[in-house]
C-alpha cells in the first residue's frame, strides 16, 4: 500500500528549510506558502517532489518555479491587501495563488491556452479563485483594460524590460523581472516613481524565455 505524504508537514518544513533559512521575512508569503496546496499545482507524475527546492516540468515547455523564487518575488515586491497585481506567465497557476493571498486582486496572463485552461482549475479546485482571474494572451504586453497595477510579476525571463509593462504600473509602482539572455538572467526590481525608473538586481536566476510581442520572438 503506498504511504501517502504528509503534506501539511511538507509544507511546514518547506517554510523552515527553504524561505525562512534563506532570508523570506515576509509573514504573509511565508502564511501564503504554508496554507496553499502545491502539491495540487505539479502533473501528478511529479507529486511527490511538490515541495522540493526545484522547478517542476508542467508541460508545454513551461515549470513552475522553485518554491524560493515564489517567494522571494512576491516578497521583493511588497505586496499589500489594496494592491492590484499583473502577472505574466501563469503557468499553473501557484504563484498566483500566492500572491491572490495577499493582494486585493491578481489578473494572471497565460500565453499557453491548455495552460491557462490547468490554472483556472487549479485555483477553483483549491478554493482560490475568488480574486484571480486567468486571462489567456501575450502576458509581455500586459493587460491594459485592468490596468493601471500596484505591482507586476513576470515569471519568465525576457531581452528587455517591456514598455507597455511599465506604461501599465502606477506611479508609484513595482515590476519584478527576469532580464537577460534565453538560458541566464538576473532578477531586477524597479520602482516607478514620479522622476523615473529606480531599480536594482535580487539575484541571478534562470527562467524559461519570456515570448512574445516585447519578449523573445
Known sequence: ???????????????????????????????????IPREYFVPPQFRHSAYT???????YGQTIS?????????????????DSVLEVGAGCGYAAAVMGSIAKRV???EIVPELAAIARDNLHYVGRDGNITIIGGDGSMGY???????????????????????????????LVI?????????L??????RDGLLWNVVTQCRFVPLRGGEGWN
Open 66 to 82: 522553485q518554491p524560493y523564487m515564489t517567494a522571494l518575488m512576491a516578497q521583493t515586491l511588497e505586496l499589500d491587501s489594496s
Open 188 to 193: 531586477r526590481v524597479l520602482h516607478k516613481t
Open 144 to 174: 491594459e483594460s485592468r490596468a493601471p497595477y500596484d505591482a507586476i510579476s513576470v515569471a519568465a525571463g525576457a531581452p528587455h524590460v517591456p514598455e507597455s509593462l511599465v506604461d501599465q504600473l502606477k506611479t508609484p509602482g513595482r
Open 53 to 59: 527546492d526545484q522547478p517542476i516540468d508542467i508541460g
Open 1 to 35: 500500500m503506498e504511504l501517502i505524504p504528509d503534506w501539511a508537514a511538507e509544507r511546514r518544513n518547506m517554510v523552515e528549510s527553504q524561505l525562512r533559512s534563506r532570508q523570506i521575512r515576509d509573514e504573509r508569503v511565508l502564511r501564503a506558502m504554508q496554507a
Open 107 to 109: 489578473v494572471s496572463i
Open 178 to 186: 527576469p532580464v537577460g539572455d534565453r538560458g541566464d538572467q538576473e
